[in-house]
Every structure is written in C-alpha cells, then in structure tokens.
C-alpha cells in the first residue's frame, strides 16, 4: 500500500496561512479536543497543536451554532502537523450551523472498510459548513450530506450553502465493501459549492464495483461543482469508477428528497472548468435527473464521455473538450454547441504535453482555442484566471498567457499552471 507523504498538495497549502483569533483555544490531545468541541461558543477557533490525534467513539458531535460574524472553527496550528485517526463509523457530525475546519489529515483506521463511513456527516442545521484545505482518506464516503427529521412535524431540514474547496480526497486501495463509495456524495441541500479539489482512486472493491468521485442528488438544488482535478486511476485502477454527477444512482424514498419527491434529483446545477482524468471504464460525467443542467467548458481525458439521462434530464452541454461522446439518453433531451468529442488518446497526445499526468500544457490548440461560445457562468478557467481575451477556449484552461496549463488545483491569486510528474506527493514547477 502506498503513503501518499504530506502535503500532497504544495500548492494548495503553501500561501494558506491561518490567522490568529482572540478566542484561540489551544488544545492538544484527544480528550482536550472533545472538550474544546462540546463547549464550543460562537467566535471560538479550537488550534490543535501539532502531532496525532486517534479517535476511538462512534462520533465527534459538533452541535453548537456559530454565526455569520463568529465562525466556529477547528484547523490546525500549521498546515501538515495535525493527523486525525478515526476507528469510528463517522469522524465529525456537524449538526450546527457556522462550523469550519481547514488544514487536517483526516484518516480513517477501520480494521473492516464498512466500519469508516464518514470524515465529516453534515447534517440537518449545519448550514454554511466550511471545509478546506484538509486530506481525507481512509472513508467510504468522506463527505456525507443529507436532511435530518427535526423540522416542524418531524419535517426534514438539509444544511445549506456549505463550501467544500481544496482539499484531497483518496483511498490507498479500493474499499472492500458493499456500502457507497463517493467521496462527496451529497443528499439534498441548496447551494452547495465544490471547487478545487483533488479527487482520486475512489474505488469500490465490493458489491457492484461502481463508484462516484462527486454528486448532488435527493432534490438538490444550484450545486456548483468547478475547478476539480478528478483522476480516478492514479495508485490504482480496475472496478467501475466514473467523475462528478448530478444524479448519482439516483435516490429513494421520496420522503428523505427536498420537497418529498427525489425527481429531479437536481435542478439548476452548474458543473464548468473541471479536469476529469482516467476514468476508462465509464463515463467522466454523468447526469442523472438533473433539471436545468449546465455542463460546461470541461475536460475530460480517458473517460468514456458524457452522458445525459432520464426525462427530467434538461439543459446545456456546451465547450466540452473530451474523449467519447456525449449521449442523451432515456429521455433527456438537452443542447449541445461548441463541443469537441470523440477525440483519441492520439488527438490528445497531439494537443498536449502529457494528459495522462494532467498537464495539459498546450502543444497545439488550432481545434479549440478561440472557439468556444461565450458563457454567462464561465467567466474563469480551471486555474481561476479569467477568460477575458475576448475569444474564450473550449475545454477547462483559456489559454490566453495567464499560464494555466492544467496539473493540481490552485486558489485564485496563486500561480497556476502546476505540472507534474505523476508521483504521489510531487508536483513539478509551477509556471
């Protein structure tokens, strides 16, 4: 089994430097933690001191409400110190509104798969849940969303408006178990925003084999998923493994769904600017239900396309740049303009310096820059620069001398273009 050493992402932590707060609380081992989380008041930031924290209970409950103006928030002292081991079916259950964790490695130590289910279980009131800049592995699905019934009536009530951004998500060897296998696999909510995460090797090594790197399902509403490098073979390959959805499987019943009714499973969602990398044994994309698509100015490499499905399936499929097609099926009926399909790992190899290792450094890009349909939602690239040259590229980068060239995601204002070399842990130079 290969250790993927920390950082794995150089780019995405090296100007990320948290910022001191009056309400510090400083602790440094598992019961202070514990301790430091159930007494959590608004404003509070708990700083874990550097080292490893194992976790042996069913949970850790965040349940306090933070506020708009006064976050709770959980981080690290310095990005890289804090390790995170939890023997347990979920690791934080945030059930408060306002909580945030950044710069974590969060692993889960099962001794059977099925036993690590979650890194972190948003639920019910935790709208506006902020994760960033952590390392999750170990899990099945290591962002697990969905409604609770604590409404009115026993209602449910789904958190909304939670950030998910720049973090890596991985499994060292594909998951014995028959349970899901999604890394974000999110069951309703509105407004959900997933961007600049590196997603890979989200395998399922039992049951049907069929995993999901992402999705918004349950009724969902105007997800964002953007900026996401999914590459779902690189320390190992086999089973069914496909990119970001809208749909996933789909869900049931209707009464765990926004609105009592699971169909559409999403409307209005936005999926623009990712790199999907390797997915060979399925699609890189796939639409399930999803009203009011926008599947935009994506990439997607070694994957078997697009494909759009179901009645309630609507939209646009426009600036894609990709190997295999894109399929409306049973029903879906959506618009297509300015796509480039069908291309072959020749094509590829023609256009770019090394695809495969998601650098996509252009060598020559006569069949797609300049000729994309301009876009009301794409007004930036993969790298975040923005498409302003006036003749916007088809595909995830512009390539309009910003010098975004593909490699590991970046925050806006860094420099983008990271290549790399295809080693766990390594990139190259960023450019």
Same mark, same amino acid.
């Given at each position: 089994?290969?250790?993927?050493?920390?950082?794995?992402?150089?780019?995405?932590?090296?100007?990320?430097?948290?910022?001191?707060?009056?309400?510090?609380?400083?602790?440094?081992?598992?019961?202070?933690?514990?301790?430091? %989380?159930?007494?959590?008041?608004?404003?509070?930031? %708990?700083?874990?001191?550097?080292?490893?924290?194992?976790?042996?209970?069913?949970?850790?409950?965040?349940?306090?409400?933070?506020?708009?103006?006064?976050?709770?928030?959980?981080? /690290?002292?310095?990005?890289?110190?804090?390790?995170?081991?939890?023997?347990?079916?979920?690791?934080?259950?945030?059930?408060?509104?306002?909580?945030?964790?950044?710069?974590?490695?969060?692993?889960?130590?099962?001794?059977?798969?099925?036993?690590?289910?979650?890194?972190?279980?948003?639920?019910?009131?935790?709208?506006?849940?902020?994760?960033?800049?952590?390392?999750?592995?170990?899990?099945?699905?290591?962002?697990?969303?969905?409604?609770?019934?604590?409404?009115?009536?026993?209602?449910?009530?789904?958190?909304?408006?939670?950030? %998910?951004?720049?973090?890596?998500?991985?499994?060292?060897?594909?998951?014995?178990?028959?349970?899901?296998?999604?890394?974000?696999?999110?069951?309703?909510g509105q407004r959900w925003r997933v961007r600049g995460?590196?997603?890979?090797?989200?395998?399922?090594?039992?049951?049907?084999?069929?995993?999901? /790197?992402?999705?918004?399902?349950?009724?969902?509403?105007?997800?964002?998923?953007?900026?996401?490098?999914?590459?779902?073979?690189?320390?190992?390959?086999?089973?069914?493994?496909?990119?970001?959805?809208?749909?996933? !499987?789909?869900?049931?019943?209707?009464?765990?769904?926004?609105?009592?009714?699971?169909k559409p499973e999403h409307e209005r969602g936005i999926?623009?600017?990712?790199?999907?990398?390797?997915?060979?044994?399925? $699609?890189?994309?796939?639409?399930?239900?999803? /009203?009011?698509?926008?599947?935009?100015?994506?990439?997607?490499?070694?994957?078997?396309?697009?494909?759009?499905?179901?009645?309630?399936?609507? !939209?646009?499929?426009?600036?894609?740049?990709?190997?295999?097609?894109?399929?409306?099926?049973?029903?879906? /009926?959506?618009?297509?303009?300015?796509? $480039?399909?069908?291309?072959?790992?020749?094509?590829?190899?023609?256009?770019?310096?090394?695809?495969?290792?998601?650098?996509?450094?252009?060598?020559?890009?006569?069949?797609?820059?300049?000729?994309?349909?301009?876009?009301?939602?794409?007004?930036?690239?993969?790298?975040?620069?923005?498409?302003?040259?006036?003749?916007?590229? %088809?595909?995830?980068?512009?390539?309009?001398?910003?010098?975004?060239?593909?490699?590991?995601? $970046?925050?806006?204002?860094?420099?983008?273009?990271?290549?790399?070399?295809?080693?766990?842990?390594?990139?190259?130079?960023?450019?």
């Amino acid at each position: 089994m290969t250790k993927l050493p920390w950082p794995v992402l150089p780019l995405l932590v090296a100007l990320h430097a948290p910022l001191a707060r009056a309400a510090d609380v400083p602790v440094s081992d598992v019961p202070g933690l514990l301790a430091a %989380i159930a007494a959590a008041a608004p404003g509070d930031t %708990i700083v874990l001191a550097p080292g490893v924290y194992e976790v042996h209970q069913s949970k850790i409950a965040c349940e306090a409400a933070g506020a708009a103006d006064a976050r709770i928030v959980v981080r /690290a002292a310095q990005p890289g110190t804090v390790t995170i081991r939890f023997d347990a079916v979920e690791g934080f259950h945030v059930r408060g509104p306002f909580w945030e964790f950044a710069d974590l490695d969060i692993e889960g130590i099962c001794a059977v798969d099925s036993d690590c289910e979650h890194a972190f279980h948003v639920t019910g009131d935790a709208e506006s849940t902020h994760i960033h800049h952590t390392r999750m592995h170990g899990f099945n699905a290591m962002i697990k969303g969905n409604g609770e019934p604590i409404g009115p009536n026993g209602s449910y009530v789904w958190p909304d408006d939670v950030v %998910i951004e720049y973090n890596e998500l991985y499994n060292e060897a594909p998951r014995d178990t028959s349970n899901p296998v999604t890394p974000l696999d999110i069951v309703g909510g509105q407004r959900w925003r997933v961007r600049g995460n590196f997603i890979h090797d989200h395998a399922k090594g039992g049951g049907d084999n069929i995993s999901y /790197a992402a999705f918004f399902k349950g009724h969902s509403k105007d997800g964002i998923m953007e900026r996401n490098l999914v590459v779902c073979e690189l320390l190992h390959s086999g089973q069914i493994r496909l990119g970001l959805s809208l749909g996933g !499987g789909g869900t049931g019943p209707d009464s765990i769904c926004e609105d009592g009714a699971c169909k559409p499973e999403h409307e209005r969602g936005i999926v623009r600017n990712n790199l999907i990398v390797n997915c060979p044994a399925d $699609v890189g994309m796939y639409i399930n239900a999803g /009203a009011d698509s926008t599947i935009v100015n994506n990439t997607l490499y070694n994957t078997g396309g697009i494909d759009m499905r179901f009645a309630q399936t609507t !939209g646009v499929v426009h600036n894609n740049l990709m190997m295999g097609k894109i399929r409306d099926r049973d029903g879906a /009926a959506t618009t297509k303009m300015n796509n $480039v399909t069908d291309a072959t790992l020749a094509d590829f190899a023609a256009w770019f310096v090394d695809p495969g290792k998601y650098d996509f450094a252009l060598k020559d890009g006569a069949l797609f820059v300049d000729k994309a349909l301009a876009i009301p939602e794409v007004t930036d690239d993969y790298c975040a620069n923005a498409r302003d040259d006036g003749a916007p590229d %088809i595909g995830a980068i512009e390539y309009d001398g910003d010098g975004c060239v593909g490699g590991l995601p $970046v925050e806006p204002g860094e420099t983008g273009g990271g290549g790399t070399t295809g080693e766990p842990g390594t990139t190259g130079d960023a450019g």
